[in-house]
């Protein structure tokens, strides 16, 4: 559980949040958010080894070909003879059926048994992968994540889910397996290429929006330092990033309602991502989709003009897009719209920002259809600005 009181959020810079997915105490968690944790992994890990009483006697690093190339050695040099580093090519594509069976028959050659734990060393991709790959091999061994993008720090390492995708869809097949500990170094974010760090913080935005009006102050007047990568100032965004999906997600474990308040941005993002063939980054189509969400708020009569200014604005501070691409007319956005999965009874729901840090509720319920109407109204406004971004 959130351990941090709402009001004193955007104040306090924390390197802790816990976690705690609700079912039973042994599944919750602390990350931890510091400078220079990288070399501090292995004690990090022995001193949950011992709270926890897990048994841990090998490690299985996994990573990507970029981070292997970058990190590998030093990986190598810190866990000594007994672990074994293993990796998979980087990008979305190795988060797949073959990749599990490789990392499996991998460990077994290697005579890893139920006494070892893996590290998931890696972006999001490495994350469900490398846990799906923890909670089925001998029945599930411990995992911990150290997450090295934006995305999976403030989003993949809360929650628990796991995954690979299928051929036919993304996510497809996975289950929820809590890690035993997420540890986030900043300082490995130097290495993160500009566009991947500005990607991810769609999300920190979007956590801002839905939950949290002082830390949405805080981003606006801190835009400059964190572009620069100021240390301290990430430290503290990446916290009360963490801290809000977390909170949401331990009151809301099965996404009856407040959950929801999460796909801001993501009802108009996914049709985005899909109609691109995901030549958006998932942060940039959440981005735009929030702008256009936003949008179709103030048009139903939730949103006030000047607050959606400040978020549109926000997001075009730093560097995010926000209007379609050209080749997107809104027709199509509608029609993809129309097919995605989280559709109650056939209609599409969306989330919408009633303020800064508020989502509006109809009838208690944070999913609300909106007019077709009024979407497609908005969206062809919106359209007639279209930057190609
Ligand atoms: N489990 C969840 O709840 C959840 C939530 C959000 C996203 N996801 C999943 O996360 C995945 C996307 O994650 P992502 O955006 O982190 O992508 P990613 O894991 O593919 O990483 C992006 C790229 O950055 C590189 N990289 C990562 N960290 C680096 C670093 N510090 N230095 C240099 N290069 C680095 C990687 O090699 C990769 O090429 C998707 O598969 C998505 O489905 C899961
Ligand atoms: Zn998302």
Known sequence: MNPTK?????RVPKAVVSVNPGASANEAYNIIIARGLFPKIPSLVKSIQGKKRLKIHRVAVITDSTLRAIYGERLSAMFGGD?????????????CREMKNYLEDKLVEAKFGRDSAIIAFGGGVVGDLAGFVASTYYRGIPYFQVPTTIISQVDSSIGGKTAIDLPSGKNLVGCFYQPKGVFMDVDLLDTLPEVEFVNGLAEVVKHAMIRDRKFFEFLEENVSRILSKDKKVLVEMLGNSCDIKADVVSQDLKETNLRKILNFGHTVGHALETLSGYGLLHGQAVSIGMAAEAYISLKAGYLAPEKYTRLYKLLRKFGLPTKFPSKTPPERIV???GLDKKNEKGRVHY?????IGEMKRVHGKYGIPVNMSIVEGALKQLARNSDGA
């Open 335 to 337: 029609a993809a719209m």
């Open 351 to 355: 989330t919408l920002p009633s303020g």
């Open 83 to 95: 672990s074994c580093l293993l990796h998979v090519p980087a990008g979305e594509a190795s988060k």
């Open 6 to 10: 709402k009001s004193g959020r955007a």
